[in-house]
T-cell receptor
Framework: GENVEQHPSTLSVQEGDSAVIKCTYS??????FPWYKQELGKRPQLIID?????GEKKDQRIAVTLNKTAKHFSLHITETQPEDSAVYFC?????????FGAGTRLTVKP | DAGVTQSPTHLIKTRGQQVTLRCSPK?????VSWYQQALGQGPQFIFQ???????QRGNFPDRFSGHQFPNYSSELNVNALLLGDSALYLC????????????FGPGTRLTVL
């Protein structure tokens, strides 16, 4: 089955800096890659996603890149703000089966 | 437009008992997926229901079973509870026309003593 690895497990940045989270996946048949943000005690919220026929997608301060050949994808957050502090999960989906990475705890220091 | 809802919010059970968790999908969605999230970990896929049938299943034992009703709502049943079943149980709904995009409910926190 699919195996998703996510790095780093924790990330601390200064407000205004950029943050990058990286994920790799094992199943070349995976074709959809969402990113979720989960604040303490709350549900995971979809923040951005990318499909396998696209290499990059941007939504304001958030962007995601996908390298199908290398089977890795990354989340980029620019101009970070304290409210960006949360746990971020990447996921890879193949045929209705969504597998998550272990998560990255992002702390943005004011 | 109601989002995904789950009940109950919290539940405490003892080992060996059985539990039923409920999920109502977002309006317009017809597919429900269930996940188990242990503390400090990512959600683990349990199974997905569409047209009242289990369409896909993760690596969970048969103690975990489910059901989907004609109104698309769903139940997750866990039999013979173990201490290790303590977790946040999340359901996510999607529309089969865009099955990949899933939206999560608030979850049910299950504690097994």
């Amino acid at each position: 089955g699919e195996n998703v690895e996510q790095h780093p497990s924790t990330l601390s940045v200064q407000e205004g800096d950029s943050a990058v989270i990286k994920c790799t996946y094992s199943d070349s048949a995976s074709n959809y890659f969402p990113w979720y943000k989960q604040e303490l005690g709350k549900r995971p919220q979809l923040i951005i996603d990318i499909r396998s026929n696209v290499g990059e997608k941007k939504d304001q301060r958030i962007a995601v890149t996908l390298n199908k050949t290398a089977k890795h994808f990354s989340l980029h957050i620019t101009e970070t703000q304290p409210e960006d502090s949360a746990v971020y999960f990447c996921a890879a989906v193949n045929n209705n089966d969504m597998r998550f990475g272990a998560g990255t705890r992002l702390t943005v220091k004011p | 437009d109601a989002g995904v809802t789950q009940s109950p919010t919290h539940l405490i059970k003892t080992r060996g008992q059985q539990v039923t968790l409920r999920c109502s999908p977002k309006s317009g969605h017809d597919t429900v997926s269930w996940y188990q999230q242990a503390l400090g970990q990512g959600p683990q896929f349990i199974f997905q229901y569409y047209e009242e049938e289990e369409r896909q299943r993760g690596n969970f034992p048969d103690r975990f079973s489910g059901h989907q009703f004609p109104n698309y709502s769903s139940e997750l049943n866990v039999n013979a509870l173990l201490l290790g079943d303590s977790a946040l149980y999340l359901c996510a709904s999607s529309w089969t026309g865009s099955t990949d995009t899933q939206y999560f409910g608030p979850g049910t926190r299950l504690t097994v003593l």
